[in-house]
């Protein structure tokens, strides 16, 4: 005969809770226990009434831990071990002599309220099924409504299947075909603050069984631990790379944590799993605080700042390229040059306003929530040029603010100035630029523009201009700057055509770029500015300027990285001063046994001047084959990526230059960290049948990589809507699109992080930063402000132009902070 399901509606649990949470929140806190509500069994009613009415205040030396271990079957045996391993738990670590472990399979325990309330956590160490009658269910809800700490292992995720509120309170359900047997597998640990994660390692090797879920509780639960499915076989069943293993939540006014490791009795022999109980045993019975908030999706709020603009107007934004945030809160962006559809776009050569746009920087004050525009550049960049002179990415690139604006006013700006366009050549001249920004008026003083630094860049065909800037915690400057070379002629491989060119000038051919020592174009460059309006070379760069390799003269002491495609996002922690930079791949949408890999957009954690590899080698050192001449369409032989050598003849740099450094993250059509089975030599066998997917969080398509910050929390901030602590150290990664694309928020290893380690964790943040039509669809830059908030910017609908979803967007965290209240900790019994 079939058990009648004891589940309750809401509302019917909302009142016995009412009744018995009342008296249980005082008999928790150490207060006067008061219970008069009515309840739909008037026995029940008495039996609350009387049980639950005297206090048993917890604290000290009476920090009790109930371990509830009854199963609706045999007992599993991971009981014993669970018991002995929260048992020993409380006679050692940090808290040594602050547990106190009782024991039970007596379900009677949930109605006797003068017992429960003694009790600061309650461990579900079940077997599963349905082991609670209602009584017993109603007085585990007034625990938690009173305040009370629940900690689930495994199987407890199993139990009470009949009921909607224990399946919130353990935050999800197991799939029925969850494979059974003991596998060995890699946990991942995202939450490097919580109690119960922040000493185990960032990859964390053991062997359970590990479950499957019905559904994903990710964003619903805060997960701090996740467990990797490509180390194991997860059955039918699997959850993909977001499986979820352990995760908190603060829920009906108590604290649940639940493991769904410890399904073997040898896990609770482990030091790490031994530490990863006591630490969530620490935040379930109040020693502790934890914030298990952080990354449910509710707490945050996405907010479109800037209204689209007025009819013919760039009054708000102009054609989203980049931003950069104040030390007192406002907002820099710029527009790249594209004006809205109405503008006139000049396409011919002969007109000596071919290209002609407007580089805009727009303020947006938080104070005022008012947009303002400082001020405007004339750029070659409105449409005009480039590929059948249909399309460029010159214009303004990018922006930074010195150190030191508050008091300078010092704006620095990389664009390409139209009044130095050779329309006759087809060339133009890149810069960066410092303006003087008066505090007074908000405007930009054009007339006080010092050109810091500038190069020759080509014009005649599209594309890859780059354009971010950062500075690092010694003042130093970088500056990104892309390969200034076609997309075309390669069919999407390396851009390494060496034919094409314009009245001399290649087009098409990375290597005289990208690759060369001597050119400033696909690099990332590092100067120190000088109050004076010049610069110098700070030691460390990948060369000097006087390398006497070769004959000399043939190396640009600016370069700290070379071999990136079109780096138009860059970023420094300066807490560490590793640089982050995101690259846009090739065109190549599928793998070639003849020329290499398909197109890889790549993000790179990067600690030392190196070599990144493009047009040679991409994504962890695959390379590309070398083109014959005169007719490039034949392949020669592949490249080496620990020895590449510039033979093109477009190069003036070096022949030999420096080995590839592997990348951090890159992705394809085909999935993320794509890697292939090598032959003796290295090289890759470029077959899809024979990929692995080392990064399965990422898929491509579209692609056009934007890389992010790394968020750092300043506790001493009172600001309400900063991110949390969870987030700090973590990297932003992005892409344009926001389809399959990045935007996750990644982990590194410090031991292995600027040479080619993979990140340990990866989390989407694409219901946080939200995306679709009406959200956060074309992500074109990001960045955290002092208060700790985000703001990002959306590109639009469109290309080379502003449109009405263009816009300036801020998202707020509003969780609050850890829990439970400081006041509610536990208290520890005073000296004797």
Not at 262 to 273: I, M
Request: glycine share 12%; net charge negative; hydrophobic share 30%.
């Amino acid at each position: 005969m079939q058990r009648t399901p004891h589940h309750r509606s809401r509302s019917r649990r909302g009142i016995a809770a009412a009744v018995a949470a009342g008296a249980l929140t005082a008999s928790l806190l150490g207060g006067n226990a008061a219970t008069a509500s009515p309840y739909p069994d008037p026995g029940l009613k008495e039996r609350v009434a009387t049980t639950l009415s005297l206090p048993s205040p917890p604290g000290g030396t009476d920090v009790k831990v109930l371990v509830f271990h009854a199963s609706a079957g045999a007992e599993p045996p991971t009981v014993d071990a669970g018991i002995a391993a929260i048992e020993k738990i409380g006679l050692s670590g940090p808290e040594a002599g602050r547990f106190k472990t009782v024991a039970t399979d007596d379900a009677g325990v949930f109605t006797n309220g003068k017992k429960l309330g003694k009790y600061n956590a309650v461990v579900f160490l079940t077997g599963g099924g349905d082991v609670l009658d209602p009584e017993q269910e109603a007085g585990l809800e007034a625990y938690m409504e009173a305040g009370g700490g629940f900690l689930g292992i495994h199987d407890a995720a199993r139990t009470e299947p009949y009921s909607d509120w224990f399946t919130g309170l353990v935050g999800a359900r197991p799939a029925a075909d969850s494979p059974a047997n003991v596998q060995r597998a890699t946990v991942e640990i995202g939450d490097r603050q919580h109690p119960a994660t922040k000493s185990l390692p960032l990859e964390w090797k053991r062997p359970d069984k590990w479950l499957n879920w019905k559904d994903n509780p990710s964003g619903d639960v805060h997960t701090v631990a996740r467990v990797r499915e490509l180390t194991y076989t997860p059955g039918k069943s699997a959850n993909g790379w977001d499986h979820p293993v352990s995760w908190c939540r603060d829920y009906d006014g108590g604290r649940s944590f639940y493991t769904a490791m410890g399904g073997t009795a040898d896990s609770y022999a482990e030091t790490d799993f031994r530490a990863h109980l006591r630490g969530a045993l620490a935040w379930t019975s109040r020693i502790s605080q934890a914030d298990c908030k952080a990354t449910i999706d509710t707490n945050y709020s996405a907010e479109r700042l800037t209204q689209p603009n007025q009819p013919g107007q760039n009054d708000q934004i102009g054609e989203p390229h980049g931003l950069v945030t104040a030390k007192d809160g406002r907002v820099f962006y710029i527009g790249r040059g594209g004006a809205d559809s109405s503008a006139p776009v000049v396409t011919d050569w002969n007109n000596p306003d071919i290209g002609k746009g407007n580089g805009e920087i727009h303020v947006y004050d938080p104070a005022t929530k008012k947009v303002s525009l400082a001020g405007k550049l004339s750029v070659f960049g409105n449409k005009g040029g480039g590929d059948e002179l249909v399309k460029v990415e010159e214009g303004l690139l990018g922006i930074e603010l010195d150190p030191d604006f508050a008091t300078n006013g010092w704006v620095y700006l990389h664009y390409t100035p139209h009044a130095k366009i050779d329309r006759d050549k087809r060339m133009a001249v890149r810069q960066v630029s410092r303006f003087t920004f008066d505090h007074a008026t908000d405007k930009l003083d054009l007339a006080s523009e010092k050109v810091l630094l500038n190069w020759p860049v080509q014009i005649h065909s599209c594309c890859h201009a780059g354009g971010g800037m950062a500075w690092d915690s010694k003042g130093n400057l970088y500056i990104a700057t892309g390969d200034n070379n076609s997309s075309g002629f390669s069919d999407g491989y390396s851009g390494n055509n060496p034919q094409p060119n314009y009245k001399g000038v290649s087009f098409a051919d990375a290597r005289r770029t990208s690759g060369n020592t001597n050119n400033l174009n696909g690099k990332i460059l590092r100067i120190h500015p000088e109050d004076d309006g010049t610069y110098t070379l700070p030691e460390g760069n990948l060369f000097t300027g006087k390398e006497p390799d070769e004959g000399g003269g043939k190396t640009r002491g600016e370069i700290y990285v070379m071999g990136v495609r079109n780096p138009a996002r860059i970023s420094v922690d300066t807490s560490t001063d590793t640089l982050y930079a995101g690259w846009v791949g090739p065109d190549a949408g599928a793998p070639s046994t003849t020329w290499g890999p398909a197109k890889y957009d790549t993000f790179a954690a990067i600690t030392q001047a190196g070599n990144h590899g493009w047009p040679y080698c991409m994504g962890n050192k695959q390379p590309y084959r070398d083109r014959n001449l005169p007719d490039p369409s034949k392949p020669l032989g592949w490249y080496d990526c620990d020895a590449p050598k510039n033979e093109s003849p477009n190069n003036d740099g070096l022949v030999n230059l420096p080995p590839v450094t592997g990348n951090t993250i890159w992705y394809s059509p085909q999935g993320g960290g794509v890697d292939y089975p090598r032959d003796a030599n290295g090289v890759p066998s470029y077959k899809v049948e024979d990929q692995k997917q080392l990064l399965p969080w990422l898929k491509g398509g579209g692609q056009a990589t934007m890389n992010g910050p790394v968020y750092r929390y300043d506790a001493a901030s009172t600001s309400e809507a900063k991110w949390p602590a969870y987030w700090d150290g973590k990297w932003f990664v992005g892409d344009f699109y926001d389809d399959t694309q990045p935007r996750h928020a990644v982990l590194t290893d410090p031991k292995t992080v600027g040479k080619g380690g993979l990140p340990t964790h990866a989390e989407s943040l694409k219901k946080i930063i939200p995306v679709g039509a009406d959200g956060i669809r074309n992500l074109m830059d990001w960045k955290f402000a002092p208060d700790g908030s985000l703001y990002v910017l959306d590109y639009g609908r469109g290309f080379f132009t502003s449109d009405s979803k263009s816009a300036l967007w801020r998202v707020t965290y509003k969780g609050g902070g850890p829990t439970p209240a400081a006041a509610d900790l536990a208290r520890k019994a005073a000296a004797q």
